[in-house]
């Protein structure tokens, strides 16, 4: 009986695999099919800089809506999942996303491109990543971290293939057949939704006796509260606040890790979509500058699966495995510019490799480190609000540095400014409480049955308390 319920609440977290190792296969589809062709973008990049002749910072734009987007979307996500079907929610987002892209490749302008492979493909790509993240991790305790490398090593290998089979594509059927091309490829990402299905829950013996015990009240009180719901907009906006957490912005742990992936998340991006154009800039061929980008996503796949491996051994905090890698990845962004100075593509393949290595071992701990700070129950609005808030830093990052390469004519000064704001986030992450001890703080509890019961009847009397009520009044 005592080790019970310890039992239940590992159960409730996750099952460490079953149906989850199906939802990681989706992920990965999922991972290759939204940041995979994120990443290979630098190829239109070129093309779009060439027909429309804006400038470079004009151009960073279209990446920057489309990465802001899928991450303002985020909350909307977590809430749409919350009131209806995550399977449904996933579906459309997919069906969006490839909408997107087909659309664009009709374009006639800028603004055609910024609301079509931004906002829509933007939105698509917000519907399907928060979900399908939760999803995984909430399947997963122990294997978490290992789960998740796996899930987004995908990314790195889409990397590797896109960027030639994309530069391919637009040789052969110029820019607007590749992106047909990608919006029917991006429609596989309806099935992969398909694939979520509801999570069983376990309960507790005293969960049992606690339902068994007064079923009548209970399910009495959730009908009031739910036809209340419907008639009353403070109602329906508490239910809506209380899906997002909002309190979460009230915790200053959640706020500190926050604002370091914000800072993260300005400089993240910038190579994968300007190292082809910097390398085409410094002298290579075409697909010389393009296999950059593809060595660098091979390396990301072993750094992702190798990152998850041995985070899950224990040796070391998983907030300290993040700082790590985070500083590896700024100082090599740094040198990518300088290592090609010289025209060395030699030095600039191995510092791209080094760089892939750490980007990618970086990713999945970055999410990791989220149930360990707001704890399991609140894991997916915390994962939508981290979302929602580090989108700004996405849709200032990609403009700023072609900004850069506009006002200096190279990209160097953009590297290094995006390189800084990485090792800018390890200083901020050194700032979290209980950040330099050698153990994880203890993990926010999970509010228990009869705390939800109590915060349902003072719900329920806060609802009875309204003026409208007369019958309750006239009772009294």
Not at 42 to 62: N, R
Not at 109 to 120: F, P, Q, R
Not at 204 to 220: D, F, H, M
Not at 319 to 328: A, D, E, N, Q, Y
Request: with cysteine; hydrophobic share 50%.
């Amino acid at each position: 009986m005592a080790n019970l319920k310890p039992k239940a609440e590992s159960q409730a977290e996750g099952p460490d695999g079953g149906w989850g190792w199906v939802l990681v296969v989706a992920l990965f589809v999922t991972n290759s099919l939204v940041f995979g062709l994120m990443r290979s973008l630098g190829v239109f990049f070129v093309e779009f800089v060439q027909y429309f002749e804006e400038s470079a910072q004009a151009i960073s734009w279209i990446s920057s809506i489309g990465l802001a987007a899928l991450q303002f979307f985020s909350p909307l996500a977590a809430v749409l999942c919350k009131a209806y079907n995550p399977r449904v929610v996933v579906m459309m987002g997919g069906f969006l996303a490839g909408l997107g892209l087909i659309l664009a490749s009709q374009a006639t302008c800028l603004v055609h491109l910024y609301l079509t492979m931004g906002v829509i493909s933007g939105l698509g790509w917000g519907l399907m990543f928060t979900p399908m993240v939760a999803t995984v991790m909430a399947h997963f305790t122990r294997r978490r971290t290992l789960a998740l490398g796996l899930g987004f090593c995908s990314i790195g290998l889409s990397s590797f293939a896109f960027n030639p089979l994309f530069q391919l594509l637009v040789e052969k059927y110029a820019w607007r057949g590749a992106l047909l091309i990608l919006g029917g490829l991006s429609l596989n990402l309806v099935p992969c939704g398909a694939l979520i299905r509801p999570q069983q829950q376990s309960e507790s013996p005293e969960e049992k006796v606690g339902q068994n015990s007064a079923p009548s009240l209970r399910n009495t009180a959730h009908h009031k509260v739910d036809s209340q719901s419907r008639s009353s907009c403070p109602v329906v906006l508490r239910r809506v606040f209380s899906y997002l957490q909002l309190q979460l912005l009230l915790e200053r742990p959640y706020l500190t890790y926050t604002l370091a992936v914000s800072l993260l998340n300005i400089g993240f991006f910038v190579p994968y979509f300007h190292l082809v154009a910097h390398s085409r800039q410094a002298g290579f061929s075409e697909y010389k500058a393009a296999f950059v980008m593809s060595a660098a996503g091979a390396t990301d796949i072993f750094g992702r699966v190798a990152s998850g491996w041995f985070s899950d051994l224990g040796h070391f905090r998983l907030i300290h495995l993040l700082s790590l890698w985070t500083t590896l990845a700024g100082v090599f962004i740094i040198l990518l510019p300088v290592s090609s100075l010289y025209g060395s593509y030699a030095a600039l393949m191995l510092i791209s490799l080094l760089y892939g290595f750490c980007s990618g071992a970086l990713t999945s701990v970055t999410f990791a480190v989220v149930p360990l700070i707001v704890g399991v129950d609140r894991m997916m609005e915390a994962l939508a609000l981290l979302q929602l808030i580090e989108s700004s830093a996405g849709l200032l990052g990609t403009p700023l540095s072609g900004l850069l390469k506009d006002l200096t004519g190279s990209y160097v000064a953009s590297f290094v400014v995006a390189g800084s704001f990485l090792i800018l986030c390890t200083l901020t992450l050194a700032t979290l409480p209980h950040y330099f001890s050698c153990t994880d703080p203890p993990a926010p509890q999970r509010r228990s049955h009869d705390d939800k019961d109590k915060s349902l009847q003072s719900e329920l009397e806060q609802i009875n308390s309204l003026p409208s009520d007369t019958s309750h009044r006239g009772a009294e």
